[in-house]
């Protein structure tokens, strides 16, 4: 199935998506400096993209960079006075990452900011940063629910929070694990689902990455 779902992606790809010449030379950098290919796929950063239009993003939050691969797709949906802000905790990712953004001309637009995210994002509440209107996590897997409280933090009643790899082939339903990235990831959908202040759902996905899938949910107050 995931062989004919890679292909579906392909015919996806071939008929809606137009990845530019900077999200393709990301890839080749990435994989040329070494970085693991754990990068959203095509379809999946220009859906992302679709969101970050469709809520009208000027100001983006991004919890894991890795190359910038997804950081492109969402940069290009912002504002000519948009921002993004992506935290990533490798210093060669981050650099891998600031090139990549600048040859796609987003480097005025998107800022990587290098060490554990949770220390940055306590920065940022501290230094009381203006509300995002989406935020992406994609980042370790074990600090989901502290990056979906910091979120809570940084954003408005409207902004949208979407986490990736919730469903990692349906290991989320086992309740006997000790893997810390599935343990971190149903300690998520139980926060989500306390969480008042959140309107979610998430949706399972097949393609080039997988089994898998994105929690969804928009801020309510
Ligand atoms: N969003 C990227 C993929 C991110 S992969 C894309 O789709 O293109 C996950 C990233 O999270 C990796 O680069 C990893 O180094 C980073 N990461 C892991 N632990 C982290 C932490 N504690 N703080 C910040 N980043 C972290
Ligand atoms: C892994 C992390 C990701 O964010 C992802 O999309 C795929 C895989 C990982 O750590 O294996
Ligand atoms: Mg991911």
Same mark, same amino acid.
């Given at each position: 199935?995931?062989?004919?779902?890679?292909?579906?992606?392909?015919?996806i790809g071939a008929h809606l998506i137009a990845?530019?010449?900077?999200?393709?030379?990301a890839l080749d950098h990435n994989a040329a400096e070494?970085?693991?290919?754990?990068?959203?796929s095509a379809a999946q950063g220009?859906?992302?993209q679709l969101y970050a239009r469709m809520v009208g993003a000027r100001r983006i939050l991004e919890v894991g960079t890795l190359g910038g691969y997804s950081t492109i797709w969402l940069g290009r949906a912002l504002p000519e006075d948009g921002q993004?802000? #992506?935290?990533?905790?490798?210093?060669?990712?981050?650099a891998v990452a600031r090139a990549n953004l600048a040859r796609a001309g987003l480097d005025e637009r998107c800022e990587v900011r290098v060490g554990p995210a949770v220390h940055s994002l306590g920065a940022m509440v501290a230094a009381d940063e203006a509300p995002f209107d989406l935020v992406f996590i994609d980042a370790d897997k074990p600090s989901n629910v502290a990056y979906l409280q910091a979120a809570l933090m940084l954003t408005r009643p409207g902004s949208l929070i979407?986490?990736?790899?919730?469903?990692?082939?349906?290991?989320?339903l086992d309740t006997a694990s000790t893997d810390p990235s599935v343990?971190? #990831?149903?300690a998520l959908f139980d926060a989500v689902s306390k969480e008042p202040r959140l309107d979610a759902t998430a949706i399972q996905t097949v393609g080039a990455k997988?089994?898998?899938?994105?929690?969804?949910?928009?801020?309510?107050a």
């Open positions: 199935m995931s062989a004919a779902s890679a292909i579906v992606d392909a015919y990845e530019d010449a900077a999200l393709a030379a070494g970085l693991p290919p754990i990068d959203v220009k859906m992302l993004l802000v #992506t935290l990533e905790l490798e210093p060669h990712y981050a979407v986490v990736d790899n919730v469903v990692r082939d349906g290991r989320i343990l971190g #990831t149903q997988g089994w898998d899938g994105f929690l969804l949910a928009r801020v309510l």
